[in-house]
């Protein structure tokens, strides 16, 4: 049977439910962390399942977000990006 996407609402019948997925942290936990404009209700009225696609894109988005999170050397961070930033720029000319 074909269920909607939470997050996409396309239609699929490959969807995982964001509750009960017994990954660590959980996709709602994701969802929450990634977009937290969003809240995450057990019994609200959307959808309660993913679909590979949208799981995919949050497992980036989540990893992406805690790299950055936890970037001890936030400084060594910056100067890297200005560096790249101006080889950049000399390869483009
Ligand atoms: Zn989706």
New binding site residues.
Partial sequence: MEQI?R??M?NSVALVDIFTDQREPSLAAMLCECVASIKINLNDELPQK??L??ICDIQTAFAFKRRLKYQRRTHMYCWALSIIYKRSKKHAK
Avoid: A, K, N
Wanted: with cysteine.
């Fill in positions: 996407c997050t996409c396309t993913m679909c696609s949208c």
